[in-house]
């Protein structure tokens, strides 16, 4: 990803560091620092972080309850996480892992395969 650091100066726009953005909500998108470190993070509907990446390589994302909340302030729960060291914890809601069904009178638990 190009810093914005280099947009801003190929644009002649006047800066300091830190550069720090943030959307209609107060979160934090994108920062970047004098050394060249920048961060950028994504949102849902209900203001819970679900994607995060940074000039280093590292990305993480997460995926939260029906409630869509988190952090005892809130309601949910994240359900779902995995980041570029390989760490996935939880279920994906696109997965149907570990939901159960009933047919004939008689419930499976589904296995993702």
Do not use: A, H, Q
């Amino acid at each position: 990803m190009k810093k914005l650091s280099e947009t801003y100066k190929k644009l002649g726009i006047d800066f300091t560091f830190p550069i720090k953005i943030t959307n209609e909500k107060g979160n934090r998108t994108y920062c970047e620092y004098i050394d060249g470190y920048w961060t950028r993070y994504e949102y849902d509907e209900n203001g819970n972080d679900t994607y995060y990446e940074d000039s280093d390589g590292y990305w993480s994302r997460c995926e939260y309850d029906e409630n869509g909340k988190r952090n005892g302030k809130r309601n949910g729960k994240r359900t779902y996480f995995e980041d570029s060291d390989g760490t996935k914890m939880g279920t994906k809601r696109s997965s149907c892992d570990g939901k159960v069904v009933e047919i004939d009178g008689k419930k499976y638990k589904l296995t993702e395969l």
